[in-house]
T-cell receptor, first 117, second 110 residues
Framework: AQSVAQPEDQVNVAEGNPLTVKCTYS??????LFWYVQYPNRGLQFLLK??????LVKGSYGFEAEFNKSQTSFHLKKPSALVSDSALYFC???????????????FGKGTKLSVKP | DADVTQTPRNRITKTGKRIMLECSQT?????MYWYRQDPGLGLRLIYY???????NKGEISDGYSVSRQAQAKFSLSLESAIPNQTALYFC?????????FGQGTRLTVV
């Protein structure tokens, strides 16, 4: 079964410092991986995705993510954090199974990012 | 206007009451989903629908039912609400691999 894990419940970063939010995956086959962000009192918003190609994918708001097949990871990164980046971040993988759930997204439990001034 | 609209945004209801959460979309997507979000548990799938005639249970469907009234409308019902159904509920559409979420309904069962 496909799954993703976000090992950190919370990540604290000072403004201006680089940030990393970790995600590891478990899939049979080539993974389709995603990052979503949830700002307070809002629904989730798409940040970026990896389907195939370059291992470094760029997304919205200056975020990028690095796909690492050998480590089965898809960590979210940003070179310089902003206070406004404070939010809940979800990693997701597309269900590649053969049943009726094929194509559904499977979400991690989320990581709360707190960026302090 | 939002592409995926949920009503109500907040609701407090009593144990045993029936309640319906509504979702409508203007994106023209066939796939629609209902998720529940609880702190520390992330998003869990309740029900999903690939079209009006195709309704499927997710991982936590017990105590919930849904209705896909049209391509644009997908409602979630709690037939007899209980306190552990207190949560933030999200409706979403999906096209290809990309999902689009509503702003959520915060439901409290007292």
């Amino acid at each position: 079964a496909q799954s993703v894990a976000q090992p950190e419940d919370q990540v604290n970063v000072a403004e201006g410092n680089p940030l990393t939010v970790k995600c590891t995956y478990s899939v049979s086959g080539n993974p389709y991986l995603f990052w979503y962000v949830q700002y307070p009192n809002r629904g989730l918003q798409f940040l970026l995705k990896y389907i195939t190609g370059d291992n470094l994918v760029k997304g919205s708001y200056g975020f990028e993510a690095e796909f690492n097949k050998s480590q089965t990871s898809f960590h979210l990164k940003k070179p310089s954090a902003l206070v406004s980046d404070s939010a809940l971040y979800f990693c997701a993988v597309r269900d590649l199974g053969y049943g009726g759930s094929q194509g559904n997204l499977i979400f991690g439990k989320g990581t709360k990012l707190s960026v302090k001034p | 206007d939002a592409d995926v609209t949920q009503t109500p945004r907040n609701r407090i209801t009593k144990t045993g009451k029936r309640i319906m959460l509504e979702c409508s979309q203007t994106k023209g997507h066939d796939r629609m989903y209902w998720y529940r979000q609880d702190p520390g548990l992330g998003l869990r799938l309740i029900y999903y629908s690939f079209d009006v005639k195709d309704i499927n249970k997710g991982e936590i469907s017990d105590g919930y039912s849904v209705s896909r009234q049209a391509q644009a409308k997908f409602s979630l019902s709690l037939e007899s609400a209980i306190p552990n159904q207190t949560a933030l509920y999200f409706c979403a559409t999906q096209i290809g691999s990309q999902a689009f979420f509503g702003q959520g309904t915060r439901l409290t069962v007292v």
